[in-house]
């Protein structure tokens, strides 16, 4: 079984926005503002320090590309979900023992 380093809950709002409550720009305001709270990776939970690094690097680059989608007037569901994917991957990636960078719960 994984052993997440961390969580991205998002049950509140993913429901909200499936149902039309909260808008997609709405919704990636929330996940960068949740992405930007979230502590960094340490390098004891990575196989090399520098992977620590590059890890918090790439959680800023999403935190980034959310926030940017959040003040998108033309925003569709195609890129928001390409860019929910490339999210989820990176959550999914390998640490060291065993352990996955980020689970992102969603309740979908």
Not at 6 to 25: F, P, T, Y
Not at 80 to 90: Q, R, T, V
Request: hydrophobic share 35%; charged share 35%.
């Amino acid at each position: 079984m994984a052993n997440w380093k961390r969580e991205l809950d998002l049950k509140d709002v993913w429901q909200r926005a499936k149902g039309k409550e909260i808008s997609l720009q709405e919704l990636s305001g929330i996940i960068a503002d949740r992405l930007e709270a979230l502590r960094k990776l340490r390098a004891t939970e990575v196989t090399h320090a520098e992977d620590a690094d590059y890890f918090n690097m790439l959680q800023e680059e999403f935190v980034d590309k959310f926030r940017c989608m959040s003040k998108q007037a033309d925003l569709d569901t195609e890129e928001f979900d390409g860019n929910f994917s490339e999210l989820y991957d990176w959550g999914d990636r390998h640490l060291k023992n065993n352990g996955r960078v980020l689970w992102i719960s969603t309740n979908c």
